[in-house]
């Protein structure tokens, strides 16, 4: 076992003190692969990510990365940290009042003073992989839905950043430019020696690049292994999610009054 | 009995976070003062800014100004002309322009136009996820985004009000005396009799950088603040012309208390 | 010309425009280019009743502009108003005895003083006091003695 870039420990959080989002999550993101965080909608797998990066703070509990304590950094360390971190947001973020190249070039020019010459080339450097070298001068507003995302991950990979987040990379594309971003996780992973972490529900496309799942429910981690130790697991849980079960212990029907009683009450008006 | 504490708490929890909320706007307020040293060292910043800002509501302020400097004096002239004094008509229309309409108009339109673009702007970006995405690149939004913003509109306002003033006065000559026939010698000696330097129009100056301070506060701090949905966004717009016109009229009755009225 | 310079042009002409604005209003639209200095000899004349007088109040002689009202005090032994006011320094030559009457300009204007020259040959100087005033015309004052007239006949 490879060592693990972010350890999470006994992690809790919750927005308002009432509702624990998480109640003592355990979390090991082993360096140089890609792990992939699953689970139901709304059991704040995003939320995850947020605390990786020190956007918010955990109420207990310890996050770390590189060895560094993230919930305790002051501003400056924390912004120096979030350097080597690169997010991939779920609408891409593109700065709708920047070119492409200039949104790509924004990282390199708000934290060092590289000459013009060399910020192009580490520029079209990204763009050439992940394929968009040629919309370099359009506007964010002329791209379509898959490739401001390719825009969105050559600008978070521009600063050569060692931990990699992906949030719901795959939501909402057509199935090419689908698999052009599956295939640009697995080689920037590899290529750029990066440790990858992805927040998904789409089952098929992360099981075939992830080496590492987590999959998050009710505040807890409730199975964690590779692909094929969760295909192969025999918790009913794992088995519906993994399989797409409409019923199971996620009950189908939300909570109600008994069937034939509710509509035999509407009988007596 | 129970109804009467119910409403007590509630109206305890509304002033608690009332002025929570104050509280929240203030500490957002220093950190954007403190982002000026950044936006000294990035003038293209603020420039870009001050277009948006300040150039684009140049149309409105300007005929505006126009329009409102015919009008009084048009209804000075009719009112005056009665009572036989119509050769104060020039230091009507300057005195009521210098001290009131142009600082006080002028930030209602600039709130109305410039404020709400602005709380759009950034309650869009938050929404979307770029002010997010920015901080994850290590880059402060308030100090990248929200400060320029700031520094422009409280350059620009003072600077249109002072355009309202000037045209609207000239305005105001224009139907006096081109059109209602008051003697032009008379209406430009009473206002350079009567009015003063110092005490009316540096005050009119002085109001409008209030005004200024105030109503872009407001605009940037409910952008930040918004809701990132698009009803969010939409609510965060109009409570940003909303409460700026509150603060504006309201500003305005404390300072021509005290500059004018004592 | 591409768009970040029309930008700055733009940022410019507002401000040029601004300027432009702020000098109209400093020469035009006030007093600024009056006697914004309060260079001159200060004399004093003491009136029964100023009305409307107030300070600012422009000093004149044959309808010419010399000076500005700067104060207005109260003499408590005399029960009559001190009307100070600074008369430009190239004005070193009016006569001792010469007379300082409150008119009316217009009938909304504001009243002012004019002075009428005496015959002495020494000058007024700094600290000079008028001993001929004539005070404002009241309005009810001149009806009162209208009726008067009229109901003396």
Request: hydrophobic residues 60%; negative net charge; without cysteine.
């Given at each position: 076992m490879s060592n693990s870039l972010v350890k999470i420990r006994d992690v809790h959080f919750s927005w308002d003190g009432k509702r624990d989002i998480y109640s003592g999550v355990d979390l090991d993101i082993p360096e140089g692969k890609i792990t992939a965080i699953m689970g139901p909608s709304g059991t704040g797998k995003t939320t995850m990510l947020r605390l990786i990066g020190g956007q918010l703070k955990p109420t207990q509990g310890s996050v770390q990365v590189s060895g560094e304590e993230i919930p305790k950094l002051n501003r400056k360390a924390l912004y120096l940290a979030r350097r080597r971190m690169g997010m991939l947001f779920q609408s891409g973020a593109?700065?709708?009042?920047?070119s492409v190249f200039e949104n790509i070039a924004f990282p390199i020019r708000e934290h060092y003073d590289f000459s013009e010459t060399m910020i192009r080339d580490i520029v079209l450097m990204k763009l050439e992989l992940v394929g968009l070298r040629g919309a370099r001068d359009l506007m964010p507003s002329e791209l379509s839905g898959g490739m401001a995302r390719r825009i969105a991950l050559a600008r978070a990979i521009v600063l050569d950043p060692l931990l990699m987040m992906y949030d719901e990379p795959f939501t909402g594309l057509d199935p090419v430019t689908l698999g052009t971003i599956v295939s640009l996780i697995k080689e920037l992973n590899s290529a750029l020696g990066l440790t990858s972490v992805i927040v998904s529900h789409d089952i098929g496309e992360t099981f075939s690049i992830a080496d590492h799942v987590c999959i998050l429910s009710e505040g807890k981690i409730v199975a964690a292994g590779s692909p094929e130790e969760l295909k192969n697991s025999d918790s009913a849980f794992v088995q519906q999610f993994v399989n797409g079960h409409p019923d199971g212990p996620m009950p189908f029907h939300y909570p109600a009054d008994e069937y034939t009683q509710d509509l035999l009450k509407g009988d007596k008006s | 009995m129970n109804g009467v504490i119910n409403f007590m708490q509630s109206t305890g929890a509304f002033i608690i976070d009332g002025l929570a909320g104050f509280g929240r706007s203030v500490t957002f307020l220093i950190s954007v003062l403190l982002g000026l040293k950044d936006v000294i060292l990035r003038p293209r910043l603020l420039i870009n800014q001050i277009y948006s800002v300040g150039v684009l509501s140049f149309t409105i302020i300007f005929f505006s100004a126009i329009f409102v400097g015919m009008v009084v004096s048009l209804l000075g002239y009719t009112i005056l002309v009665d009572l036989g004094g119509k050769e104060v008509l020039g230091l009507l229309v300057s005195l009521t322009l210098v001290r009131e309409l142009a600082p006080v108009l002028g930030a209602l339109l600039f709130a109305g136009r410039a404020g709400s673009a602005l709380t759009a702007e950034i309650g869009l970006m938050k929404a979307t996820e770029q002010l997010a995405s920015m901080e994850m690149m290590a880059v402060d939004p308030i100090r990248r985004i929200v400060a320029p913003r700031f520094f422009a509109g409280l350059i620009s306002l003072p600077i249109l009000t002072v355009i309202f003033m000037a045209v609207g006065v000239y305005s105001g000559y224009l139907v006096g005396s081109e059109w209602k026939g008051v003697d032009a010698g008379s209406f430009w000696s009473q206002i350079q009799n009567k009015v003063e330097f110092r005490y009316d129009i540096i005050n009119g100056i002085i109001k409008s950088i209030v005004f200024a301070f105030v109503v872009t506060w407001i605009a940037v701090y409910q952008g930040y603040n918004a809701m990132p949905t698009s009803e969010g966004v939409s609510r965060a717009t109009t409570n940003s012309v909303v409460y700026s016109a509150l603060a504006i009229l309201g500003l305005d009755f404390v300072l021509t208390a005290v500059m004018f009225a004592s | 010309m591409n768009s970040s310079k029309k930008v700055e042009v733009l940022v410019g002409t507002l401000f040029v425009l601004a300027i432009l604005a702020f000098i109209f209003l400093a020469l035009n639209v006030s007093n600024l280019s009056k006697i914004s200095s309060s260079k001159g000899f200060k004399v004093t004349a003491p009136f029964n009743n100023i009305g409307g007088l107030s300070t600012k109040a422009k000093v004149t002689m044959s309808g010419v502009t010399i000076g500005r009202v700067t104060q207005i005090a109260y003499d408590k032994q005399a029960f009559q108003a001190i009307v100070t006011m600074t008369i430009d320094p190239q004005y070193d030559y009016l006569p001792e005895d010469s007379q300082a009457s409150i008119y009316t300009a217009g009938l909304l204007g504001e009243q002012y003083i004019s002075l009428e020259p005496g015959a002495e040959d020494a000058s007024l100087v700094e600290g000079s006091n008028i001993d001929l005033t004539q005070s404002a015309i009241v309005l009810e004052e001149i009806i009162g003695k209208v009726l008067v007239s009229l109901t003396t006949k």
């Open positions: 593109l700065l709708t009042d920047l | - | -």
